[in-house]
T-cell receptor
Framework: GENVEQHPSTLSVQEGDSAVIKCTYS??????FPWYKQELGKRPQLIID?????GEKKDQRIAVTLNKTAKHFSLHITETQPEDSAVYFC???????????FGTGTQLKVEL | ETGVTQTPRHLVMGMTNKKSLKCEQH?????MYWYKQSAKKPLELMFV???????ENNSVPSRFSPECPNSSHLFLHLHTLQPEDSALYLC?????????????????FGAGTRLSVL
């Protein structure tokens, strides 16, 4: 089955710096890659997603890039703010089409 | 609020108890999911329902029994659980099964039920 690896598991940045979280997947047929943000004690919320026919997508300070050949995708957060502190999960839709496989999560801490 | 409501928010139960988790979505979605979130582990998909029919069961022990009486409600019945079953149980819904197309893929999560098995 699909395997999604996510790195790093923890990330600390200074406010204003950029943060990058990377994920790799194993199923070359995967075609949908969402990113979820989960603040402490709250539900995961979709922040951005990308489909396999697109190489990059941007939404204000958040961007996601996809390299289908290398089977990896990354989340980029620019000009980080304290409210960006949370756990971020990547996920990949399996080739079968009805299951999202999640990464293990990255604890992002934005320090003042 | 995402339109997905889970109750209770917290649950403590003994290993011999029987309890149920409830999920309700007000989004008119056709697909609903149960996930288990344990510390330092990926989110684990447990069950998938589409139009009240179970379409996936990811090798979940029989002490977890899902029920989907209609497309708005999803239950997870629990009995004779083990301490290692303690986790956050998340419900999610999407307009259709993920393969339904670009706009229908997005899953909306409930706030979860924090379960502790003593």
């Amino acid at each position: 089955g699909e395997n999604v690896e996510q790195h790093p598991s923890t990330l600390s940045v200074q406010e204003g710096d950029s943060a990058v979280i990377k994920c790799t997947y194993s199923d070359s047929a995967s075609n949908y890659f969402p990113w979820y943000k989960q603040e402490l004690g709250k539900r995961p919320q979709l922040i951005i997603d990308i489909r396999s026919n697109v190489g990059e997508k941007k939404d204000q300070r958040i961007a996601v890039t996809l390299n289908k050949t290398a089977k990896h995708f990354s989340l980029h957060i620019t000009e980080t703010q304290p409210e960006d502190s949370a756990v971020y999960f990547c996920a990949a839709l399996t080739g079968g089409g009805n299951k999202l496989t999640f990464g293990t999560g990255t604890q992002l801490k934005v320090e003042l | 609020e995402t339109g997905v409501t889970q109750t209770p928010r917290h649950l403590v139960m003994g290993m011999t108890n029987k309890k149920s988790l409830k999920c309700e979505q007000h989004l008119g979605h056709n697909a609903m999911y149960w996930y288990k979130q344990s510390a330092k582990k990926p989110l684990e998909l447990m069950f998938v329902y589409s139009l009240e029919e179970r379409v996936e069961n990811n090798s979940v022990p029989s002490r977890f029994s899902p029920e989907c009486p209609n497309s708005s409600h999803l239950f997870l019945h629990l009995h004779t659980l083990q301490p290692e079953d303690s986790a956050l149980y998340l419900c999610a819904s999407s307009q259709d099964l993920i393969a339904g197309g670009p706009a229908k893929n997005i899953q909306y999560f409930g706030a979860g039920t924090r379960l502790s098995v003593l």
